[in-house]
């Protein structure tokens, strides 16, 4: 018990020695150098070891990332491979697809030239996936571009006005369930043709989700933007281009990510009618010549390129996004 | 005639609408305020303090009654009006000097690109902010852009400066630092004031009067305190005055014994 022999105090913080309870009055104590010069600079000497590290830790970073994906890859192709390749299984497995479809895969660009004048593609039909896909892209490049240019235009429309969104909205929210092939018979007899009418169903399509969320987000516009709009007495010209554009575009974005996805589904069901050409006549064809493999090749090409797209228009929105 | 001030509030109703019938937030407030004078509105949470200060705005119309401002009747919103809005509400699209430039471009008509960017850049120096002109308000501290806020107020020259809690969402040591800032403005601008607080020091050290509402439904003027405080007023060396201690008094007496925080006593 030799701590007895220290005398404790009962204080309000508990039973202390008196040593710590004698410092009764609260004095500031200046911390010591608190004025002084700063001390002199140290010379820095530059570390060269780092670097090699740093390089090891970036790959080790992107293996992490890509690692799993291929590991999946790898073992669905193996599961795949292993479930189809018995005999009696009528389902080609990769191997098949690889060595029948061979001339598919590894001339994706026949019947495709580029010149001075630009790319051409040739007339009749004979042309490799990636030729097909360079058609439906051109396809699906006029139909969304109409329906971001309309839509957008409606979505600030029915955004602003609650009379023209309680007018247009549920038009609106019944035709947008309507699937792609539906409008197909419709699109047929306004056109007449099969090239409008292929690009009438991909615009017909992708307009909805870029209609609904502009809408969405010209309605959310904080309360205290449009506060200051008001203080500032910005006519609505200013309004529109300082305030409210610069406000919606991330759902602007949003509406056009969905969009581009959507156009990109609809596409096959245009190129149906269409004929000919185009990555969706591409599967037709190959479905109608029992060339299941080369649905498989397309089936991939069209995920891809969906893929693609879907990064760029969503990597365009940020980069707008900053902007504003 | 009968003289009026320079801000007069005659007879301010203000009452929404709603399923029951017409909510009266806030009723009969008269409240005259002088050219240069610095006024605090002070009230619970609801007492309808952001109303009258909106009314005086523009942005919301009384149900009945009238603001006069230099003699016209105010009828909508503008910029001889300036709002310093609490969450500060840049746009954050815009660098911090566009933010002000938007309201110098509205504002200082007929001046030259060049006398324009000068003004922006001085405003920006009275809140010493210049440094973070280029940065857009995302990158800034909370209390870095209610500086710009104040900066884009004031830029736009207003006949009223209207402060809705401009500091209530800060911490309090930047509040204090920015309270300083602002006495510092107004010694040099002499602006007409209303500010919106429920933080009774910031009222008594900032505002020449307090004006205390009651609590709503209808709530309206109950008391109105002038500050006899000499300026510049310190902080530290103000809680030594009689003066500042007999007025704080005198506010916490009415907000906690007279007309305690309804939520408190429902509860």
Redesign the interface.
């Known amino acids: 018990m030799s701590s007895s022999s220290v005398p404790l105090i009962q204080t309000y913080a508990g039973r202390l020695p008196a040593h710590v309870v004698s410092g009764q009055e609260a004095q500031i104590i200046p911390y010591p150098n608190s004025r002084a010069p700063a001390p002199p600079p140290v010379e820095v000497v530059k570390a060269t070891l780092g670097r090699p590290k740093l390089r090891f830790d970036f790959l080790g970073k992107f293996g992490a990332t890509v690692f799993p994906t291929l590991l999946m890859l790898i073992t669905l192709l193996a599961i795949w491979e292993i479930s189809c390749s018995s005999e009696g299984v009528s389902f080609p497995s990769p191997s098949r697809v690889w060595s029948e479809s061979h001339d598919v895969i590894v001339h994706p660009l026949k019947g495709v030239s580029i010149d001075s004048s630009g790319l051409h593609i040739a007339e009749n039909g004979d042309v490799g996936i990636a030729g097909h896909i360079i058609t439906s892209l051109k396809r699906v490049a006029l139909g969304y571009g109409l329906s971001a240019i309309v839509g957008i235009a409606l979505g600030i429309l029915i955004g602003q006005s609650l009379f023209s969104y309680r007018a247009l909205d549920p038009l609106f929210q019944v035709l947008r369930t309507v699937p792609p092939l539906a409008w197909l018979p419709i699109s047929l007899s306004i056109f007449q043709d099969a090239g409008p009418s292929a690009v009438f169903l991909i615009f017909i399509t992708a307009i909805w989700p870029v209609i609904l969320n502009t809408a969405a987000g010209v309605q959310t516009i904080p309360n205290?933007?449009r506060?200051?709009a008001?203080?500032?007495?910005?006519n609505p010209f200013e309004y529109f281009v300082?305030?409210m554009l610069?406000?919606t575009v991330p759902h602007m974005f949003t509406g056009l990510r969905i969009g581009i996805g959507m156009s990109w589904l609809a596409i096959v069901a245009a190129e149906m009618v269409q004929g000919g050409t185009g990555i969706g006549f591409f599967i037709w064809d190959s479905y109608n010549s029992s060339l299941l493999t080369d649905t498989i090749v397309a089936l991939i090409w069209i995920g891809m390129v969906g893929f693609s797209l879907d990064r760029i228009v969503a990597f365009i929105g940020r980069r707008v996004?900053r902007q504003? | 005639m009968k003289h009026r001030s320079f801000l007069a509030l005659e007879g301010i109703n203000v009452a929404f609408p709603t399923k029951t019938g017409p909510f009266v937030a806030v009723e009969e407030v008269d409240l005259s305020i002088e050219k240069g004078q610095f006024v605090a509105l002070i009230g619970h949470s609801g007492c309808g303090k952001s109303t009258l200060l909106n009314v005086i705005?523009?942005?919301q119309k009384p149900t009945r009654g009238v603001v006069f401002l230099d003699g016209d009747v105010i009828e909508?919103?503008?910029?001889d009006?300036?709002?310093i809005?609490q969450?500060h509400?840049l746009?954050p699209?815009?660098t911090v000097e566009e933010n002000v430039r938007?309201?110098v471009d509205?504002t200082a008509q007929g001046k030259t690109r060049a006398e324009r960017r000068d003004w922006v850049m001085h405003n920006l120096e009275l809140v010493q902010m210049a440094h973070a002109a280029a940065k857009r308000p995302g990158e800034l501290s909370g209390g870095m852009k209610q500086r710009v806020g104040i900066a884009r107020a004031i830029a736009?020259s207003p006949r009223v400066l209207l402060m809705d809690e401009p500091f209530g969402a800060l911490d309090a040591l930047t509040r204090a630092s920015l309270q300083d800032a602002v006495m510092a403005l107004q010694a040099q601008l002499n602006n007409t004031v209303v500010m919106i607080t429920h933080d009774v020091d910031e009222a008594v050290l900032l505002a020449d009067r307090v004006v205390m509402m009651t609590n709503g439904p209808a709530a309206t003027i109950g008391e109105d305190l002038t500050i006899d405080l000499p300026r510049p007023r310190d902080r530290i060396e103000a809680t030594e005055i009689p003066a500042y201690n007999h007025a704080r008094h005198e506010i916490l007496h009415f907000l906690h014994q007279r007309h305690s925080n309804p939520l408190d006593r429902a509860a």
């Open positions: 205290t933007y506060n200051v008001k203080v500032l007495a910005l300082r305030v610069p406000a996004a504003a | 705005a523009g942005l909508k919103p503008g910029p009006r300036a709002v809005f969450d509400s746009l699209w815009l938007l309201a509205k736009m």
